[in-house]
Every structure is written in structure tokens, then in C-alpha cells.
């Protein structure tokens, strides 16, 4: 099942403007955002939650100095533990500008806005952007 999502109103730049947006919550691939501008983001699941932007999920990252949707690295010595794999059970629309997830730990503070998403588009061309 994928759920489709209302687009926001014309008030935001294009570029932040999602034409279409799946959500393939059964299949737990991820989300796939075309937007208005003809870009297209494909966010997986695990960078999404890991990308998490509510304020306790940046402090950790602060702390760690981990960017946005940076898995979060081992401790020194520490043996990888067992970790379910990051997948929403529920996804949900916040107003017309962003979604909500509720993740599968538990995990639901995090409001994805659509320039957050566009802003942390995980594809090679916007990598390369943000890393200059
Ligand atoms: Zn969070
Ligand atoms: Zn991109």
C-alpha cells in the first residue's frame, strides 16, 4: 500500500513544493518525493529516522556531531548490537506542509516539513551540493 498525500498550497517555492509523494510503508522501502521542479528524492526508512529533526534526535546528533540521516557510529570496541531495522507503522499528513511517523521503536516527535526533506535529499547531486 502506498499512501498519497495532499500537496501543499503554491505559497512555497517550487522547489519545496512535493508534486507527488509516496510512502511504501507494507513494502518498507521508504519515501519518494517528485517535486514541483521535476527533482526526485528517494529517502529509505532508516535515513529518514536517523534524519529525525525533533529536538531530542538533534541534541543526540549534536552531541555525536552527526549530520542529519547519518547513521549513528559505534563506540570504540563495541560489538554491533542486534537493531530492528528503522520502519514507520504509521505515516501521517501534519497540515499541508509536512508528515509525521510513527516509527517501529516507538520513536513519533519528529515533523518532517517539506523543506526539510528537500533541504536532506539524500541523492548524489544534492550530497555534492551540501558538502561544498
Ligand atoms: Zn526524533
Ligand atoms: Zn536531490
Given at each position: ?7 501543499p ?36 526508512f ?20 552527526r ?44 515533523i518532517y ?20
Amino acid at each position: 500500500m502506498s499512501a498519497s498525500l495532499p500537496t501543499p498550497l503554491e505559497t512555497t517555492a517550487l522547489k519545496n513544493d512535493p508534486k507527488s509523494v509516496k510512502i511504501d510503508i507494507t513494502g518498507g522501502t521508504g519515501v519518494e518525493i517528485v517535486w514541483k521542479d521535476g527533482h526526485r528524492s528517494a529517502y529509505s526508512f532508516v535515513y529518514l529516522r536517523d534524519a529525525c529533526p525533533c529536538a531530542l534526535c538533534d541534541d543526540e546528533r549534536d552531541k555525536a556531531s552527526r549530520a542529519p540521516g547519518e547513521p549513528p557510529a559505534l563506540a570504540p570496541g563495541a560489538l554491533p548490537m542486534f537493531k530492528a531495522k528503522a520502519r514507520p507503522t504509521h505515516a501521517e499528513p501534519v497540515g499541508r506542509y509536512a508528515i509525521r511517523f510513527v516509527w517501529n521503536d516507538g520513536h513519533e516527535l519528529g515533523i518532517y516539513s517539506w523543506p526539510f526533506l528537500r533541504e536532506h535529499c539524500p541523492c548524489d547531486v544534492c550530497r555534492a551540493a551540501r558538502a561544498k
